[in-house]
């Protein structure tokens, strides 16, 4: 006889478990591609999981603010670190206002783990599909054959890291039940170099504080030269942004108040690692020597470039190093109170697998717990108001 239960959740990443923990008491069906849950958790900031941060709005976010906001309003960061303090983590807050676990990311997966000692877990199984069967309940095929369930959860991820279990599958479904996926790239991730720019593939391993202006936005942070583009925290979050177009860089706001009068070379004269300096120099065509003997338009080349470097990147690293998809099942006919499918009665939605993309400092986790408590209190309610209505489950 096939195994029958209440919920089945569609993943066993951030947001499957942590919805499992909240259905404690339903017969729930965690299912993995993985042999492991939790796998992506488990490396993510570093093994140490930047899982939420001291400020979380809707600005931190790409997607449909009113849908965001729902959530985080049900589901905070105030909630979120107050719940796992009584679940006994231990955390830090580090620059940034980001939350990391205390020691690794092993404390936080315990604990999204614990509901697992109830709750059953098909673990290294394919997920291939779902279909609605006539009486109220769904049959999810499996490549070790299938399980039914009244309900379902998709909480399988992007498209980021498919080493680590990360498929296309809940688009699928999404667009079987006749959702529509906004178009999916991958972000939080490097940027590749035109050949104009190959000077920078020199400095591999340097890291320096830079200001980045791409599309309406502005941001700061550390950039990092690697020798297959541009990566470190400005990098990355800019990558959620940039279309197609020119990104411009100022590595310095007022580069003429360390040169003008200074008797040494310029690549000493700058705050900017040496190395760095006579790279930009030599690609811009200028030797390095005291700023004031050079020509005027050599000088203002030199200033326009530590000002606002700008160019055209060539690409990404790709979803095997990207963070997370940018883009995904459109929000429109899912509701925000539940999670719960507008298209198909019964199937509920959560995390990154939603059209919902977080910055870099611990949004996406957060988003993946808040979008998952949501969804969970749904199914509570769904499921109790289908037994006061005699509709048997499980
Ligand atoms: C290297 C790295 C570091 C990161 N660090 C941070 C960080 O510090 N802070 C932060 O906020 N965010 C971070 N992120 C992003 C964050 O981890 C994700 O946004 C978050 O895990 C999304 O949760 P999710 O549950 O939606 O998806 P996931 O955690 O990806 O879980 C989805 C699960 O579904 C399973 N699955 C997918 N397809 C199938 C299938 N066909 N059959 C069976 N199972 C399937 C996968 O194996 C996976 O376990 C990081 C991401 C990466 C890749």
Redesign the pocket.
């Known amino acids: 006889m096939r195994e029958r239960f209440d919920v089945a959740i569609?993943?066993?990443?951030?947001?499957?478990l942590f919805a499992a923990r909240w259905l404690e008491g339903l017969s729930v069906c965690l299912?993995?591609?993985?042999l492991e849950?939790?796998?992506?958790?488990r490396?993510?900031?570093g093994g140490r999981?930047?899982?939420t941060n001291e400020y979380v709005g809707t600005e931190h976010f790409v997607g449909e603010e009113r849908f965001i906001q729902e959530a985080l309003d049900r589901f905070g960061p105030k909630e979120l670190l107050a719940w796992l303090e009584s679940e006994g983590l231990s955390y830090v807050k580090v620059k940034n206002h980001q939350y990391f676990c205390a020691k690794n990311s092993q404390e936080l997966l315990a604990i999204l783990l614990r509901s697992l000692q109830k709750q059953s877990f098909k673990k290294g199984?394919?997920?291939q599909g779902i279909t609605k069967l006539p009486e109220n309940r769904f049959k999810i095929m499996l490549s070790k054959g299938s399980i039914e369930a009244t309900l379902v959860l998709v909480?399988?991820?992007?498209m980021?890291?498919p080493l680590?279990?990360?498929?296309g599958?809940?688009y699928e479904i999404a667009q079987a039940l006749g959702h529509e996926v906004n178009p999916l790239k991958p972000a939080l991730v490097g940027l590749t170099l035109q050949s104009s720019e190959s000077w920078m593939k020199e400095l591999s391993g340097i890291s320096l504080p830079a200001t980045l202006k791409v599309e309406n936005h502005t941001l700061q942070g550390d950039m990092l030269f690697a020798h297959r583009g541009i990566s470190g925290p400005l990098i990355l979050d800019a990558s959620l942004f940039w279309k197609k177009g020119s990104i411009e860089i100022s590595f310095l706001s007022d580069p003429l108040r360390y040169l003008k009068g200074s008797k040494g070379f310029i690549s000493s004269s700058l705050p900017l690692p040496k190395r760095f300096t006579k790279a930009l120099l030599d690609a811009l065509g200028i030797m390095d020597g005291p700023f004031d003997s050079l020509q005027s338009p050599l000088q203002t080349t030199l200033l326009n470039a530590l000002m606002a470097y700008t160019f055209a990147p060539a690409g990404n690293f790709g979803y095997s190093k990207a963070?997370?998809t940018l883009g995904g099942v459109s929000l429109g006919e899912i509701d925000p109170k539940t999670m719960e499918s507008r298209l198909c009665s019964g199937v509920f939605w959560?995390?990154?697998?939603l059209d919902v993309t977080?910055r870099l400092g611990?949004?996406?986790?957060?988003w993946?717990f808040s979008s998952a408590y949501v969804a969970a209190q749904g199914i509570i309610q769904k499921l109790s108001s289908s037994s006061s209505k005699g509709i048997p489950h499980g």
């Open positions: 569609l993943g066993a990443g951030a947001s499957g299912i993995d591609s993985n849950a939790g796998k992506k958790l490396v993510s900031g999981c930047n899982f199984e394919r997920i909480a399988t991820g992007g980021s890291y680590l279990g990360a498929s599958i809940g963070e997370v959560a995390g990154e697998v977080g611990g949004y996406n986790l957060q993946a």
